[in-house]
């Protein structure tokens, strides 16, 4: 099962920034929090990640809460084409490394 | 930039036959997984592979189901007798464990 919680769903206008928060209040000290997302049926596509420090790269940024219990991506201009399902992921490093879905966040950028 | 490739893009098969999905990993990946996402439906785990062999497998992937890396670059999922209810988006992953897991675009099997 998913480690984390994630909303259902939310909306966002074009131009401004998307804040899709994430709870992973189980996650180990050793454990990555990465972000995907997915645009219809597409393959599930590689955002960002981050241990302790927050990150940001050319797509977004993450906001790793100090206790790291809990995190937040910044879509920070979303646009129409980031109209997706996104992914908060706590990586298994029990040894296999898997990524686990959850049911995501249905992110719609409204015009 | 590097990316993973899956072919074909669709496969439509009768049921009871033998279907092979392939991948081509990014070279220098060492873990490889194969998902599957039944339309509507989350993304599942179907197995994950490490030095040459599988290192874990979900419920899902029972006997029907096999993985292998013939050569260096292919790493390829078998269904040796496939059912209607393995129609699904069928998506190939490779990792370097640290760096987060890159998919390919899938292959939509079809059983008809």
């Known amino acids: 099962d998913a480690k984390t919680t994630q909303p259902t769903s939310m909306d966002c206008a074009e131009g401004r920034a998307a804040n899709l928060p994430c709870n992973h209040s189980?996650?180990?000290?050793?454990?990555?929090v990465y972000w995907y997302r997915q645009i219809h049926s597409q393959g599930p596509q590689y955002i960002i990640h981050g241990l302790k420090n927050n990150e940001t790269n050319e797509m977004a940024s993450l906001i790793i809460t100090e206790d790291r219990k809990s995190s937040t991506l910044i879509l920070p201009h979303a646009t129409l084409r980031d109209t997706a399902v996104y992914y908060c992921?706590?990586?298994?490093?029990?040894?296999?490394?898997?990524?686990?879905f959850g049911t995501g966040t249905r992110l719609k950028v409204l015009a | 930039e590097p990316e993973v490739t899956q072919t074909p893009s669709h496969q439509v098969t009768q049921m009871g036959q033998e279907v092979i999905l392939r991948c081509v990993p990014i070279s220098n990946h060492l873990y490889f997984y194969w998902y599957r996402q039944i339309l509507g439906q989350k993304v599942e785990f179907l197995v994950s592979?490490?030095?040459?062999?599988?290192?874990?497998k979900s419920e899902i992937f029972d006997d029907q189901f096999s993985v292998e890396r013939p050569d260096g670059s292919n790493f390829t999922l078998k269904i040796r007798s496939t059912k209607l209810e393995d129609s699904a988006m069928y998506f190939c992953?490779?990792?370097?464990?640290?760096?987060?897991?890159?998919f390919g675009q899938g292959t939509r099997l079809t059983v008809v």
């Open positions: 189980t996650i180990s000290g050793n454990e990555y």
């Open positions: 992953a490779s990792s370097d464990r640290i760096n987060g897991a890159f």
């Open positions: 592979f490490y030095n040459n062999e599988i290192s874990e």
């Open positions: 992921i706590v990586s298994d490093t029990s040894g296999t490394y898997k990524y686990i």
